[in-house]
C-alpha cells in the first residue's frame, strides 16, 4: 500500500500538467510590432484537452474570435465556434478573457476578427490559427494571404460557443464597467444565446445586443451594434 500511495504521490504532478493552457492576446495597439489588428502569436500548437485563452487586451479596440477556413479565410464556417465582439474603450482591468478547448487536434483550427470598422480586420491580417503548418499550400502564411486577397466584407454572422474541433462553455468574461460584448454566441448551433457573462470565473456580467444563433438570427443587428460601437474608437 505504501508503495502504491508513493507511486500516485509522483504521478500525480505529471497529471496535473496533462492539459496546458495557451494564452493568445487578441488586438494590439498603434505602437506595438504588429500594430492593431493582430492576433499574438498568431499560431500555436497545442493537444487535444489543451486551453487556449483569448486576452481581449488590444484597448481601444472592437474583436471577436470566429472561426472559419484556409480556403475562406474571413467567412464564418458552418458549425463553427464564435466569441461575439468584444467592445474594450480603453485599457483597464479586468480583462476579458475567453477560454477555448481543443476537443480534436488532428487538423489546423482556423480563426478570424469579423470587425468591419474603420475597415476589415480580417482582410488586414488579423486572423489566427490553432496547429497549422509552417510550410506548404495549408501553411499559416498561406491563411493570411487568402485573407488578404478575400473580396467583399468578412462574414458576419453570429456563430456558436461549441465549434468544430474546439468549444467554450461560456462567452467572454469578465466585462469590465465601459466594456460591452455584443452578439453573444449561442450555447450551440441551436441553443439560445446566453445573456454574457465570463469564461468560466466569476465577473460582471455582459450587456448584449439582440444576440443570435449559429442559424443567422439577429445577425444583422447585432453586426450593427458591433460596428457602431467602435465608430467612437481610433482605429480600433
Do not use: R
Not at 507511486?7 to 488586438?27: D, E, H, K, M, R
Not at 450551440?188 to 460582471?204: E, K, L, Q, R
Amino acid at each position: 500500500m505504501h508503495s502504491f500511495t508513493t507511486l500516485f504521490a509522483l504521478a500525480a504532478p505529471l497529471l496535473a500538467v496533462a492539459q496546458s493552457t495557451t494564452t493568445i492576446q487578441v488586438g494590439g495597439t498603434a505602437t506595438e510590432p504588429g500594430g492593431i489588428f493582430q492576433f499574438n502569436p498568431p499560431n500555436v500548437t497545442v493537444s487535444e484537452g489543451d486551453v487556449i485563452t483569448f486576452n481581449f487586451s488590444g484597448a481601444p479596440g472592437n474583436h471577436s474570435i470566429t472561426q472559419s477556413s484556409l480556403a475562406s479565410p474571413c467567412t464564418p464556417l458552418s458549425g463553427g465556434f464564435d466569441s461575439g465582439w468584444v467592445y474594450i474603450p480603453a485599457a483597464g482591468t479586468p480583462v476579458p478573457q475567453w477560454n477555448l478547448t481543443i476537443t480534436n487536434a488532428s487538423s489546423p483550427i482556423w480563426f478570424y476578427c469579423k470587425q468591419l470598422v474603420p475597415s476589415p480586420h480580417c482582410k488586414a491580417g488579423m486572423v489566427g490559427a490553432i496547429n497549422a503548418p509552417t510550410t506548404g499550400n495549408t501553411s499559416f502564411d498561406t491563411f493570411v494571404s487568402n485573407a488578404q486577397a478575400f473580396s467583399g466584407n468578412p462574414g458576419q454572422e453570429v456563430g456558436a460557443l461549441v465549434g468544430q474541433h474546439a468549444s467554450a462553455s461560456a462567452a467572454p468574461g469578465p466585462i469590465p464597467s465601459g466594456a460591452t460584448l455584443f452578439g453573444s454566441p449561442a450555447a450551440s448551433a441551436t441553443a439560445t444565446a446566453p445573456a454574457g457573462g465570463s469564461s468560466g470565473s466569476g465577473g460582471a456580467s455582459a450587456s448584449t445586443s439582440p444576440s443570435g444563433s449559429a442559424s443567422g438570427a439577429g445577425t444583422s443587428s447585432a453586426a450593427l451594434n458591433g460596428v457602431a460601437m467602435i465608430m467612437g474608437v481610433a482605429l480600433a
